[in-house]
């Protein structure tokens, strides 16, 4: 039996992060993967980094346009120069990893007890003993039970569409959250014909409710169409076309396909783990229970990113293991403390988000003061031709200090960066109001959003 000082179960964004750190630093050190495909985990291999790819390309589709025959070799292509990408980045994370000094294990591991850890592997079972363990499994598709669904072989998954040789003629989209406008946005560029099913009333319901109108007007100016109060009730395959079975507003109806994409969210990642077995508890939603430095109800056990069941995202994954750092060297670091987490969803434009909308602001007591401006007053949007959009930012009238920032245009990825600095370092909005910007950017609008501040 192998003994080691540390021992990671997956290969994300934290794991593999700390466990570069720890092997750095002299500590016996193992890494345990299910998959090599996975290398480098969730974010290189099916998800942030292959979708953005596949949304450059699908811009530049859009931008050559051209006929059927056009537009499948574009997303043909697009697809191959994804798969160049993730292999490569695939080898890279891998060659890093073991650089660094860490073991990279293949296999699955399941916990035996608070230090032994089985890991199935090609040859056989392999049982690790580890003074700390460091859970960091991710997530995966949540998949719901609807008649037909499973079978079909028109359905997908984010991670299958990914791997299409045919761009479908016609998409649908069952889940309007973050991950399906994305898909939505980029098949809408590649020229498919996009429908979104979403079962609420309120498009975008978390979200600021001008900037949600606002993306909903843009996708529907581009084609996207969405159903509002609309659930799936069966799946029904037909020779050359699948048939789904609707229910809006009370009333049935059927909607034709191509291909059916199911983006109704993800859960964290514990098949075959059994974390039960070390005494390891869990949370009411079935994700792995920490304390605020990422402890689990184990002393030596530790756990990062999607698999906690918090925000599902690749940079907190990574501050995750900064948390774990400190919480191992006694620094101050915990989830408590990490400042205002933005976030952004990369459809064309993208729109981004950190802090408070006006209405959590309102109904958390403040008073206000509200700036808005479209996307065309800025003169990089007129000349990038992306004038679609609208930024708002929310203010504490009070201390003059930045309260949530909702950017809908071009570059707010970038954008909303420069905002969470200003909000973590509690700036007074003049200091961007008055901010010395190069031109022509999309970020010296915020010359103008903040003169605009009522
Ligand atoms: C389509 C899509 C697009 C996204 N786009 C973005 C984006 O643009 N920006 C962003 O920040 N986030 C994005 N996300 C979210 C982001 O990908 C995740 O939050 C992030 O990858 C989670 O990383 P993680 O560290 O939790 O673990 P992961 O990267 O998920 O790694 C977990 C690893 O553990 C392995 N594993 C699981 N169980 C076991 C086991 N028992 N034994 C051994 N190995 C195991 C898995 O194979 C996997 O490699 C996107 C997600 C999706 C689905």
Avoid at 78 to 96: C, V, W
């Amino acid at each position: 039996m192998k003994t080691y000082d540390n021992l990671i179960i997956g290969f994300g964004k934290g794991g593999k992060t700390l466990a570069a750190s720890l092997a750095k630093a002299g500590q016996r050190t193992a890494l345990v993967e299910k998959s090599p495909l996975m290398y480098g985990g969730t974010c290189i291999n099916v998800a942030c980094l292959p979708t953005k790819s596949l949304e450059n390309s699908a811009r530049q589709s859009a931008i050559q346009g051209g006929d059927d025959a056009a537009r499948q070799l574009h997303f043909r292509q697009a697809i191959e120069e994804k798969r160049r990408l993730t292999a490569m980045l695939r080898k890279k994370n891998y060659d890093k990893l073991v650089s660094s000094g860490v073991e990279v294990m293949d296999g699955e591991a399941s916990f035996l007890d608070d230090h032994h850890v089985q890991v199935l592997t090609k040859e056989g079972p392999e049982i690790l003993e580890a003074h700390r363990i460091f859970i960091n499994t991710g997530a995966k598709p949540f998949v719901p039970d609807i008649p037909g669904l499973k079978q079909s072989p028109r359905v997908y998954l984010s991670e299958s569409i990914m791997e299409l040789e045919t761009l479908p003629r016609r998409l649908v989209i069952l889940g309007g959250g973050y991950i399906g406008l994305e898909f939505a946005s980029m098949f809408a560029n590649f020229g498919s014909q996009v429908t979104i099913l979403q079962p609420n009333q309120r498009f975008l319901p978390r979200e600021d409710l001008e900037i949600a109108d606002a993306v909903e007007t843009s996708l529907a100016r581009r084609g996207v169409r969405l159903m509002r109060n609309t659930a799936l009730k069966e799946v029904r395959d037909e020779a050359a076309e699948t048939v789904l079975i609707l229910k809006q507003d009370e009333m049935d109806s059927e909607l034709r396909c191509d291909a059916l994409l199911v983006a109704t969210g993800r859960r964290p990642q514990l098949d075959n783990l059994h974390p039960e077995a070390a005494g390891i508890a869990l949370t009411s939603r079935g994700a792995i229970a920490v304390n605020e430095q990422l402890k689990t109800s184990v002393d030596h056990i530790w756990a990062m990113g999607d698999v906690t069941g918090g925000l599902q995202f690749t940079y907190i994954s990574l501050d995750d293991s900064r948390i774990v750092t400190d919480a191992l060297n006694s620094g101050p670091r915990t989830t408590a403390n990490r400042g205002a987490v933005p976030y952004s969803v990369f459809m064309d434009p993208p729109f981004s988000r950190v802090g408070l909308s006006e209405d959590e602001a309102r109904s958390a007591g403040y008073d206000l003061k509200i700036a808005r401006i479209p996307a065309a007053a800025i003169p990089k949007a007129q000349v990038l031709r992306k004038t679609d959009g609208l930024l708002k930012v929310i203010i504490d009238a009070k201390t003059d200090q930045i309260l949530g920032a909702h950017f809908f245009c071009e570059e707010s990825h970038e954008m909303i960066n420069l905002i969470k600095l200003a909000m973590d370092a509690k700036l007074p909005y003049p200091v961007l109001r008055d901010g010395i910007y190069t031109h022509p950017t999309m970020s010296e609008g915020l010359n103008d959003l903040f003169a605009a501040v009522l």
